[in-house]
C-alpha cells in the first residue's frame, strides 16, 4: 500500500490519495500516524517527525505496567498511558482528515437486533464453573496485589 499511495502521490503532484475507514485509531495511536504516512508523510516532516518513535516519543505518554502474557504468565511491559499534545495532533492531522459521522450524511443504521440464545451446560461445563467462578471472584478482590491473576484463571 504504501508503495502504490507514493507512486500516486509522485504521479500527481502529491495528491490523489484518499483512505476511507469507519474506525481509523481504534486500537493504537500509532494507527493515526501510520495512516498519515500514506495520505501525506510531509505532515510529519514538516512537524519534526520522522519515524514512529518520534511519534510516540512527541505524543504518547508510555508507562510499565503488569501485563497477562499470552503464554498465561505476568510480565511488565510499556503500554500507553495517556497522551500528550493532542491540541497539536489534532492540528496537524485536521488538515487531512474529513470526519463525516452517519447522521451528517443522512445514513440511517438499523436499530440493533439482538436475540440471546440460552443453552444449559454440561456437567463438565457446570463443574468447571463451581470451580472457577471462586477463583475469579477471590482474583478481583485482590487485583493489584501479588498473586493470582484473573485472566490466568480464565486462559
Known sequence: TYHKFRYIREKMGGNNVFMLTA??????????YSMM????????????????DDFISR?????NELILSPTGQIE??????????????RGIARRFI?????AEVGLKLPEASVVEHKVDADEFQRAAYD?????L??????????????FTIMS
Open 76 to 89: 511488565e511491559k510499556s503500554v500507553v498511558k495517556g497522551f500528550t499534545s493532542l491540541d497539536e495532533v
Open 137 to 150: 471472584e477471590a482474583a478481583l478482590k485482590e487485583r493489584g496485589k501479588e498473586g493470582i491473576h484473573p
Open 37 to 52: 504516512q500514506h495520505v501525506a508523510p510531509e505532515a510529519w516532516e514538516q512537524a519534526g517527525i520522522r519515524n514512529g
Open 59 to 63: 505524543f504518547v505518554e508510555t508507562g
Open 98 to 102: 474529513d470526519r463525516t459521522t452517519a
Open 23 to 32: 474506525t481509523p485509531t481504534k486500537n493504537s495511536p500509532l494507527e493515526l
Open 131 to 135: 470451580e472457577l467462578v471462586p477463583l
